[in-house]
């Protein structure tokens, strides 16, 4: 009786795998598993090769993660685009981030090192192998970490959609740090925070376009 059931399993899953066309070792996976216990293993030993549960394809911004909420005060839009250092960084610098909040874009750098410095830090950054830029330092809006000063816009729209980006954090007490985080899939990230802090459109679009 269980060679039947294991025999009809497979035809099923063998017919469906025929109409899509290709093998499907999902169908087949979820073919044994309405077999009982203690059927499953020699249904799952007879699959032509290994289940795996197939990967999501990448996205536009991959290696950033964007989050979408809403204010509950005003109900703007509130945007985060994340990159996270390459390596680690030591744990001193953890993260990059751009945010949008009440319709203002702001560019933070977080991590330890970042949430103990104040707006006396030195700030840099350097574009792969670019001149290094010392911009001025200051706290965000709301959070911790050290805030960009001057054309945030402006420097988010001059960073190129690969590479990556160098930033150096000098401290009150004398502590460098660095880290660095790729900028592949900055574009994406980029727009989404643009449409939510509604850049307008002669600055929305990246100098290099």
């Known amino acids: 009786m269980k060679l039947i059931m294991l025999s009809v399993v497979f035809e099923v899953a063998s017919q469906v795998a025929f109409a899509q066309g290709a093998p499907d070792p999902m169908a087949q996976l979820r ?14 030993n007879k699959l032509p090769q290994p ?7 990448a996205g536009d911004a991959d290696g950033w993660i964007v989050s979408e909420t ?6 703007t839009p509130i945007v985060t ?3 996270f250092a390459e390596g680690g960084a030591n744990g001193a610098l953890k993260q990059l981030s751009i945010h949008c909040r009440g319709g203002r874009t702001e560019l933070v750098l ?19 192998d ?13 959070g911790t970490g050290v805030a960009f000063r001057g054309d945030v816009v402006g420097l988010l729209l001059s960073l190129p959609n690969e590479g990556g980006i160098a930033i150096r954090l000098g401290t009150r007490a004398g502590a460098v740090h660095d880290a660095h985080f790729s900028l592949v899939g900055l574009k994406a990230a980029r727009d989404r925070v643009a449409a939510a802090c509604k850049w307008p459109r002669t600055l929305a679009r990246p100098r290099s376009e």
Request: net charge negative.
């Open 110 to 128: 977080g991590g330890p090192a970042a949430s103990e410095s104040g707006a006396d830090s030195v700030l840099s950054y350097r574009v792969d």
């Open 81 to 83: 685009a994340t990159a």
């Open 31 to 44: 073919a044994c598993s309405l077999l009982d216990p203690a059927e499953r293993p020699a249904c799952l």
């Open 130 to 142: 670019s001149q290094p830029v010392q911009l001025a330092a200051g706290r965000p809006s709301y």
């Open 51 to 57: 289940v795996t549960v197939p990967r999501r394809p």
């Open 70 to 75: 809403t204010s509950p005060i005003d109900y």
